[in-house]
């Protein structure tokens, strides 16, 4: 059994609050995932950071860009994280496969829902050693999930849908996927409304999680 | 001695035993054998099938092989009843986990769940343990196939080959000589390495006529039947990603016992 949230949270006062501001990008290539998201942290009028870490490693191979007010962000995250851990502890280090944390995280996001939703919308990336390969998931907070080769999560969907849609090649290389994370950012920089100056992307694949390049460093404090 | 300590469960004797855990454990000694042996590409099992009474309306389902998910299967040997309960608390689990992880639980879990199911038994609640010993069989892609017993303690142990139930030790000694014998072994105190493939284990054929030889030396005084004996088996279909539970119909029984009997009575055997 899973641990559980003792206090589960409930809707804030301001209602479901905007999921859409935040920037989570994600393409899967052939051995890896690469997964990008703003860093900044605001609500409403205001901007509180600019250099926030969105994505949040689960295991070993696998994290998660996360967007969503930040008590949902955090408290979900660490959930996952130290489910996931517990289940390695109790399984004499077994992992789980990307598909099944993907699940897992869908399930609690559906048991959730009808008590007190977490509002984060989710793009789950990881790599299996068991068949040399990674995988991308798409999770909304209302507990959808899908498995996807691109995709986007918040307004950036709507900017950067289409240049995926454009230039994915399916078996490309880690380069080529970066390269078409800098021409969405590029695209969000030039015509989204909201200013984000800074973003961080990470890369999944054999050797772990490791950061490629982050716009504000998230030790800043 | 052992009476003042014997009548709870949640009462050590002075010896450090639990004697209700024992006596448990000494009521599957009178239950039907099951023999379970893994194969190269399957598990085997096998069960005897005590006819209680001619009266008895034919059995519609199998009173020892259960299936718990679709590549997990087991056999009881101890009080039915009791392994009912288990057999429903497996297959909630196993379900659980698939519908939590959208992936087969692997088989280890799924013994180990049971097995703490029963250790509470012997713990807390001033309740009797279950009078069930299991042979679990299970497949999962991290360690292929995979045999486990598991008794009323709670307690388990992956196996090569085993045997539970009415003259289990017989059944046991038959089997450290016929399963998979080292040929190439000089010394019997030589530690064999452990990554060295066993390329003896028997193939599922070769299993199921082992398996009939030790029921045949554990049910000895009784003629080898068809009708007396239950024979399981359980293969993986790598193209549909299944495992195929089978229990073998009465002439493909007989077949094997045939072919053990031919085997003994050409190599001279009484």
């Known amino acids: 059994t899973a641990l559980t949230a003792s206090q589960h949270p409930t809707p804030t006062s301001q209602g479901i609050v905007q999921l859409k501001m935040d920037t989570v990008l994600g393409i899967q290539y052939e051995g890896g995932v690469v997964l990008a998201t703003d860093q900044s942290n605001a609500r409403s009028i205001v901007s509180y ?3 926030l870490d969105k994505i949040k490693a689960l295991t070993s191979h696998s994290a998660m860009g996360v967007s969503g007010p930040n008590c949902d962000m955090v408290n979900f995250t660490e959930y996952i994280e130290k489910n996931l851990k517990l289940y390695e502890l109790r399984n004499e280090g077994t992992k789980l496969s990307t598909r099944a944390q993907a699940n897992f995280c869908r399930n609690e996001l559906a048991v959730a829902l009808r008590k007190g939703p977490y509002q984060v919308n989710v793009l789950l990336g990881g790599y299996d050693e068991k068949t040399s390969s990674a995988s991308l998931y798409f999770l909304d907070y209302l507990a959808a999930l899908q498995k996807l080769q691109y ?15 454009k230039e994915y090649r399916k078996g490309c290389t880690e380069a080529e996927a970066l390269k078409i994370i800098d021409h969405c950012i590029n695209e969000i920089h030039t015509r989204f409304l909201i200013n984000q100056p800074n973003f961080i992307i990470k890369v999944i694949d054999k050797d772990g999680v490791r950061t490629v390049s982050a716009g504000g460093d998230p030790a800043d404090n | 001695m052992a009476r003042r300590y014997d009548s709870s469960t949640t009462t050590f004797s002075p010896e450090g035993r639990l004697h209700q855990v024992e006596y448990a454990i000494e009521a599957i000694n009178n239950a039907g054998t099951c023999v379970g042996i893994l194969a190269k590409d399957g598990i085997v099992m096998a069960s005897e099938r005590r006819i209680t009474s001619g009266l008895l309306a034919p059995a519609k389902t199998s009173e020892k092989t259960y299936k718990l998910c679709n590549h997990s299967a ?18 909630l689990r196993a379900g659980r986990y698939q519908y939590q992880y959208q992936e087969p639980i692997p088989v280890e879990q ?3 769940h049971v097995c703490n199911y029963k250790q509470s038994y012997t713990q807390y609640g001033g309740l009797r343990p279950f009078g069930v010993a299991f042979l679990f069989a299970g497949y999962d892609d991290q360690f292929g196939f995979q045999l486990y017993q598991s008794d009323p303690s709670g307690n388990y142990s992956g196996w090569k080959a085993t045997v539970i139930g009415a003259n289990n030790q017989a059944g046991k000694s038959l089997l450290k000589n016929e399963y998979a014998p080292k040929k190439d072994k000089k ?7 452990e990554d060295e493939e066993d390329t003896t284990m028997p193939d599922i054929d070769g299993a199921l006529r082992l398996a009939v030889k030790v029921l045949n030396k554990t049910m000895d005084g009784t003629a080898a039947a068809a009708e007396k004996m239950e024979l399981f088996r359980m293969t993986y279909d790598p193209k549909t990603e299944k495992c195929i539970h089978h229990i073998l119909t009465k002439a493909e029984a007989q077949a094997i016992i045939d072919a053990v009997e031919a085997e003994s009575s050409s190599s001279g055997d009484s």
């Open chain 1, 49 to 51: 950071l600019t250099n």
């Open chain 1, 151 to 165: 995709g986007a999560q918040g307004y950036a969907s709507m900017f950067c849908t289409s240049i995926m849609d």
């Open chain 2, 74 to 91: 087991c056999n009881v040997a101890g009080l039915t009843a009791d392994a009912n309960i288990l057999i429903d608390q497996a297959r």
């Open chain 2, 110 to 112: 799924l013994v180990e």
């Open chain 2, 187 to 193: 010394d019997e105190g030589e530690e064999t390495k």
